[in-house]
């Protein structure tokens, strides 16, 4: 069983910057793809940005040069660096972890997910 626990949210005025960070479990880490969702009320779950398994990145096109996924491998630890935070970026984020080699942004293409984390951004 994967196991994913986020932390690193808050609220944050725009332009400000948070790093989400996501634990994962030992065992699984080394075999699965990773990415960043999110959620805003009313709205659906939509990708951020992805890591696959060969390091390959992707990024949503609201996230690029912004956002910057990252993994660190000795402590089992995927992040979300974001910067110059926008009010529409206040969503509930979510780690998630699969088995495909390159993911794309879909929720479909992750098979395990974290309870997330409330990031809030005012103007």
């Known amino acids: 069983q994967v196991q994913l626990v986020e932390s690193g949210g808050g609220s944050v005025q725009a332009g400000g910057s948070l790093r989400l960070s996501c634990a994962v479990s030992k065992a699984t880490y080394s075999s699965y793809c990773m990415g960043w969702f999110r959620q805003a009320p009313g709205k659906e779950r939509e990708g951020v940005a992805t890591i696959g398994y060969y390091g390959r990145t992707d990024y949503a096109d609201s996230a690029k040069g912004r956002f910057t996924i990252s993994q660190d491998n000795a402590k089992n630890t995927l992040y979300l660096q974001m910067n110059s935070l926008k009010p529409e970026d206040t969503a509930m984020y979510y780690c998630?972890?699969?088995?495909?080699?390159?993911?794309?942004?879909?929720?479909?293409?992750?098979?395990?997910w974290g309870q997330g984390t409330q990031v809030t951004v005012s103007s």
């Open positions: 998630a972890a699969g088995t495909v080699v390159v993911p794309r942004l879909l929720v479909t293409d992750f098979d395990y």
